[in-house]
């Protein structure tokens, strides 16, 4: 019974749906082509604002072929990877001290609740100013990006583990770090997945924010910048399309390892039984 509600809230985590479901999600994405080609073709007074499918396949097909689109997604994915990876590490840290010590809790819990509180952009003057505008200043951003999320639920996840967990832990006689590795933190697990999974969704979309914001160096989000100067609507669509396609990417890869750890979860609770 445990190992069966353990696969189905794996299976709602997910997001695990029927093959017609699956289906279905593509009827909006081709009906918006549909619309595009349409309103591109048949359109009037829009030349050079309402660019043709045609068009911007033919963008990609070259800036594919120049090595340009390669360069950039090389950029920006090296950022928000190492972004992505100093905020977790922090946050999963500082989320974890905030869950075990009240006194942390105390200390710490008032103001970063006020720090969390401050919309992100807020922090992009003095972060150009003390960083400059170099991927030092993108990494510290997307870092930032990253550390909320995580922080939060980590701190909720171990703040919810249940008190029976705990006394068992007391009467097998654990010592306060064996209660947090052996009970604390495998309990708290699908909050901590839920935190790292918006980190990386997060600090995608902060990664364009960064380049578009500070605009020093190369990046899609560049591409972007360098579209909107040279009124290129292909560019900027082409760009769009790159953004969009990426974050859907990050987001299944994310799911496809949380479906796999909570599988194997799932296969190790019933072989334990």
């Not at 695990?16 to 073709?41: E, F, H, K, N």
């Amino acid at each position: 019974m445990a190992d069966s509600s353990l696969e189905l809230e794996a299976g709602r985590e997910v997001g695990i749906d029927q093959p017609a479901g699956r289906w279905r999600g593509w009827v909006l994405p081709l009906a918006a082509l549909a619309v595009w080609w349409y309103v591109s073709r048949n359109a009037s007074g829009t030349q050079g604002i309402m660019v043709s499918p045609a068009q911007v396949l033919h963008t990609a097909i070259a800036q594919a072929e120049s090595g340009a689109l390669w360069r950039a997604m090389s950029a920006s994915l090296t950022r928000e990877l190492t972004g992505f990876t100093i905020g977790t590490i922090a946050g999963l840290a500082l989320g974890a001290l905030l869950g075990v010590s009240k006194i942390a809790s105390r200390a710490i819990g008032p103001s970063f609740n006020t720090f969390k509180q401050v919309s992100l952009f807020a922090w992009i003057p003095l972060i150009s100013v003390w960083f400059g505008l170099g991927d030092v200043a993108k990494v510290v951003f997307l870092s930032l990006a990253a550390l909320v999320p995580v922080v939060v639920h980590t701190n909720d996840g171990i703040r919810a583990v249940s008190p029976a967990l705990l006394e068992v832990a007391r009467v097998f006689r654990y010592s306060k770090w064996q209660t947090v590795a052996h009970v604390v933190l495998p309990a708290a697990l699908p909050s901590l997945f839920t935190g790292i999974y918006l980190a990386l969704i997060y600090s995608w979309l902060a990664t364009l924010g960064a380049e578009y914001l500070l605009v020093a160096g190369s990046g899609i989000g560049n591409t972007l910048v360098d579209g909107s100067e040279q009124f290129r609507m292909d560019l900027v669509v082409f760009g769009v399309i790159v953004v969009g396609v990426t974050g859907w990417a990050l987001n299944a890869l994310a799911r496809a390892v949380q479906r796999r750890w909570f599988t194997h979860a799932a296969q190790a609770a019933r072989l334990t039984q």
